[in-house]
Structures are given as structure tokens and as C-alpha cells.
């Protein structure tokens, strides 16, 4: 992509991404300019931002495509059971509507990560088209589910975290990058926004002019259970990674050794008992030095065919 926006990596302790590296099929996945934009920019971005051209997802990609869109349809769910939880004359009509957006945002998240999770080909996305379009759903995801739980936020956190585990991870692949996933948890309890949070909280309460104590601390709580999930998914997914990279590299040493073997025995079971065959001929005669002659060139022959297969 000429002119991408990327992050400094170099500065963030994630491992740096060369320019136009090669990455599952993808082509030219990123173009380093070396713009000085923070990594959580270029994962709002998304996957499809890193991609060129179409591309057909890997094994590794299409299970963390999975695994976000299960936490997608968790979100989901966990809106409509505020819902049903609820006594019925205790359930205002913002609620459904609220919990009606977080259901048609998570639908809508799925069907984004159903074409990966299909092996389907993957078209590339415009950089900022897809930040806005994606943080919107996320603040419609996250800031609906708070409003929907007014206890309960670990559930909540737990899906919300799911999503974001799966849906970074597949961020960092795209990129070339295996995140170190302890750094970016600590990035991101020292990131400004982490802070503002915790400070909109505590005046809050010293105020008393928002939610109660306890809805405060449920939704900070939220936000780590959020935290430690999507850590620990990206952990899970990045040790799959190197499962099935394992899995790989053991296939392909094994087919590169039969097709060694399977040469082998062709040439010392073809060729060269041909040749020998002929040099036994030459010797005694037998054959006159035309037909020798034509049975090489034959032998030739096949011997060029051989290499274009």
C-alpha cells in the first residue's frame, strides 16, 4: 500500500517489520514508512487494512477469526440475557434498544470475520474507512454492554475480551508481528486511556454524580477480566501458531524426503540401469552404434521431460 500508515515498532518492543514482507499469501503486507503512529492505531485498523490484494486466510488465522467471532456472539449474548434477567416491568425501552444495537453490531462484526473463518479470499480495506468504521463498532460494543449491566461486568469483560484477543491477534499476523503480549498489557494499564478511566472513575465517586460505587467498580473489574482474557487468548493463539507452524515444517520435511527418495530409486532403477544396459551392448557388440545412438537420445529425451515435471 503506497503511503500506509504504520506504527514505530522499533519503539514498542514488538519485533520490526521489514518492508514488503511476505506473509501467509498476503503479498506486500506492509509498506514501513516509518511515520511515528502508535500500534493501537494500526490494530484499529484491522487485518484487511495489511493486505495488498486478495488473500486466502492460513489454519492459524482462520481459527483466531473464530475465536473473535465467538467473542463477538458472546457480547451478543450476554446483551439479550441483561435483557431477560430482568424483572418484566423492570425493563426500560432504552435498555432494548441499547441491547438491539449491541446484537446487530456483534452480527455485523461476525459477518466481517466470516469470510477468513471460511477460507474464503480476503480483499484489502482503506486504512481510515476501516479505523472509524471499526472503533465505532467497538464503542457501540463496549459502551452498550456497560450500559446493559448494572452488575455482572466480568461476564461481559470476559466476551468483550475474547473478541479483542482473537481480533489483535489477527491484527499482528497480518502484520508480520508476534506481539509480545505481557508488553502490550503493560502498555496498555500505562496507556492515557487505561488512566483517564481510572480517573473519570474515582471522581465519580468522591463526586457521587455518576453510578454507584458498586457499578464503578463492577465495570473497572469488567475492564480487567476484558484484559486478562484477551491476553491470555492472544498467549493460546499464538501457541497454536507455532503448533501448527511445527506441523508444517514436519510435512514439508517429509515430502522433501520422499520426493528425494522416489528420485533415487528412479535413477538407479531408470537411468542408470539403462545407461548400464547400453554400456553392456556397446561392449559386446550386440548393438550397432546407430541404434545405441537413438536409445540414448531417447533416454535423454525422457530424462528432460522428467525435469519439467
Not at 184 to 203: E, I, K, M, T, Y
Request: glycine fraction near 12%; charged fraction near 15%.
Amino acid at each position: 500500500m503506497s503511503g500506509a500508515w504504520v506504527p514505530a515498532w522499533a519503539s514498542i518492543g514488538v519485533v520490526d517489520v521489514g518492508q514488503n514482507d511476505e506473509v501467509d499469501g498476503r503479498g506486500d503486507t506492509v509498506e514501513y514508512t516509518g511515520d511515528e503512529f502508535d500500534l493501537w492505531l494500526a490494530m484499529a485498523a484491522g487485518h484487511r487494512v495489511w493486505s495488498e490484494r486478495a488473500f486466502v486466510a492460513g489454519p492459524r488465522e482462520r481459527v483466531a477469526a473464530a475465536v473473535a467471532a465467538m467473542g463477538a456472539a458472546g457480547c451478543a449474548v450476554a446483551a439479550v440475557c441483561a435483557v431477560l434477567l430482568r424483572p418484566p416491568d423492570d425493563v426500560p425501552g432504552l435498555l432494548i434498544v441499547t441491547a438491539g444495537l449491541v446484537v446487530l453490531t456483534a452480527a455485523a462484526a461476525v459477518v466481517d470475520y466470516r469470510a477468513v473463518i471460511l477460507g474464503e479470499p480476503v480483499g484489502g480495506a482503506p486504512f481510515w474507512p476501516s479505523v472509524i468504521w471499526r472503533g465505532l463498532l467497538f464503542l457501540v460494543l463496549v459502551g452498550g454492554l456497560a450500559a446493559c449491566f448494572n452488575r455482572g461486568h466480568v461476564g461481559a469483560g470476559a466476551v468483550a475480551g475474547l473478541l479483542c484477543g482473537g481480533d489483535l491477534t489477527l491484527t499482528l499476523w497480518a502484520l508480520g508481528s508476534d506481539a509480545r503480549w505481557l508488553d502490550l498489557g503493560r502498555r496498555f494499564v500505562l496507556s492515557p486511556v487505561h488512566l483517564g478511566a481510572v480517573g473519570a472513575a474515582l471522581a465519580a465517586i468522591v463526586t457521587s454524580t455518576g453510578p454507584s460505587v458498586f457499578v464503578v467498580v463492577g465495570m473497572y473489574v469488567g475492564v480487567w477480566a476484558a484484559l486478562g482474557v484477551a491476553l491470555a487468548t492472544m498467549k493460546l493463539l499464538e501457541a497454536l501458531a507455532v503448533h501448527f507452524d511445527d506441523q508444517y515444517e514436519a510435512h514439508r520435511a517429509d515430502v522433501i524426503a520422499r520426493e528425494r527418495a522416489h528420485r533415487a530409486h528412479w535413477l538407479h532403477d531408470d537411468v542408470l540401469s539403462e545407461v548400464r544396459l547400453a554400456s553392456l551392448r556397446i561392449g559386446s557388440g550386440s548393438a550397432s552404434a546407430e541404434q545405441i545412438n537413438a536409445e540414448l537420445l531417447d533416454l535423454d529425451h525422457r530424462l528432460r521431460l522428467r525435469q519439467l515435471e
